[in-house]
């Protein structure tokens, strides 16, 4: 299929295969690509119908009213909110589970990801975006927002949020830490050693994991496209030409 984005007045895709996944989202979503790293984990085939973010196909809008990214359809189902869809997956496709069974562990990574919501309105957005705050004030506000995550590592003693292989906390938090070269690039931001050594000997293991080599973007065209989207252009099918 097309990766080139919908947008506006754009036809509506054609209809699904029986039984077969489709992801509606945007190549440089953070949160489409949460779902891509579970289906990824799961060896499970899908397609991706990619979406303009700042002008949205109205077909999208009336299947999700809401507008957010990511959105999930297979046969008569229809699911949004990349936390929510990842769940479902990981209860269907019983291959390589990532949430834990138990109800107490499943409640603190539910309350792990709350802890680094932070990072997505306060640090990660105003990087690539106009912000009001200066490169300092995001840094600061970013930096914040990883030491619930550091502590986390340093309190279990492991290679992963997940134990010895990523799980769903992995998963759950990494589109953000791919992005973080972007920013050192655009801003100078650095998640230091000394201050956050677990984490950043995280990352290098997870650079070493198939379905982030399978999903991940290189540095350099996310730097192009937050160019673009900074300077309000589109943005979307940057490198696809």
Same mark, same amino acid.
């Given at each position: 299929?097309?990766?080139?984005?919908?947008?506006?007045?754009?036809? %509506? *895709? *054609?209809?699904?295969?029986?039984?077969?996944?489709?992801?509606?989202?945007?190549?440089? &979503?953070?949160?489409?690509?949460?779902?891509?790293?579970?289906?990824?984990?799961?060896?499970?085939?899908?397609?991706?119908?990619?979406?303009?973010?700042?002008?949205? *196909?109205?077909?999208?809008?009336?299947?999700?009213?809401?507008?957010? $990214?990511?959105?999930?359809?297979?046969?008569?189902?229809?699911?949004?909110?990349?936390?929510?869809?990842?769940?479902?997956?990981?209860? $269907? !496709?019983?291959?390589?589970?990532?949430?834990?069974?138990?109800?107490?562990? +499943?409640?603190?990574? +539910?309350?792990?990801?709350?802890?680094?919501?932070?990072?997505?309105? @306060?640090?990660?957005?105003?990087?690539?975006?106009?912000?009001?705050? $200066?490169?300092?004030?995001?840094?600061?506000?970013? @930096? $914040?927002?990883?030491?619930?995550?550091?502590?986390?590592?340093?309190?279990?003693?492991?290679?992963?949020?997940?134990?010895?292989?990523?799980?769903?906390?992995? %998963?759950?938090?990494?589109?953000? %830490?791919?992005?973080?070269?972007? !920013?050192?690039?655009?801003?100078?931001?650095?998640?230091?050693?000394?201050?956050?050594?677990? @984490?950043?000997?995280?990352?290098?293991?997870?650079?070493?994991?198939?379905?982030?080599?399978? &999903?991940?973007? *290189?540095?350099?065209? @996310?730097? +192009?496209?937050?160019?673009?989207?900074?300077?309000?252009?589109?943005?979307?099918?940057?490198?696809?030409?």
């Amino acid at each position: 299929m097309d990766q080139r984005a919908h947008g506006g007045d754009s036809e %509506f *895709p *054609p209809p699904l295969e029986a039984g077969k996944l489709r992801i509606y989202g945007n190549r440089f &979503c953070p949160f489409t690509e949460r779902v891509r790293l579970v289906l990824a984990a799961k060896g499970v085939e899908y397609e991706q119908v990619n979406i303009r973010l700042r002008d949205k *196909p109205k077909w999208y809008l009336e299947k999700y009213p809401a507008g957010r $990214t990511p959105g999930l359809e297979q046969d008569d189902r229809s699911l949004w909110e990349s936390i929510v869809i990842c769940e479902y997956l990981d209860e $269907t !496709f019983t291959q390589n589970v990532l949430f834990p069974k138990d109800p107490y562990d +499943k409640a603190r990574i +539910k309350l792990l990801v709350s802890a680094f919501d932070p990072v997505v309105p @306060l640090g990660a957005y105003p990087a690539y975006c106009k912000s009001t705050a $200066t490169d300092k004030e995001v840094e600061a506000a970013l @930096l $914040t927002g990883l030491e619930p995550l550091e502590a986390e590592l340093t309190q279990l003693s492991t290679p992963f949020f997940g134990g010895n292989k990523p799980r769903i906390l992995d %998963f759950l938090v990494w589109p953000w %830490f791919e992005r973080f070269p972007a !920013f050192h690039e655009l801003s100078g931001f650095q998640m230091s050693e000394e201050r956050f050594p677990n @984490l950043n000997r995280w990352v290098e293991r997870m650079y070493g994991q198939m379905a982030v080599q399978v &999903c991940m973007h *290189p540095t350099p065209l @996310l730097v +192009k496209a937050v160019q673009l989207y900074k300077d309000n252009k589109s943005f979307h099918d940057v490198g696809l030409d």
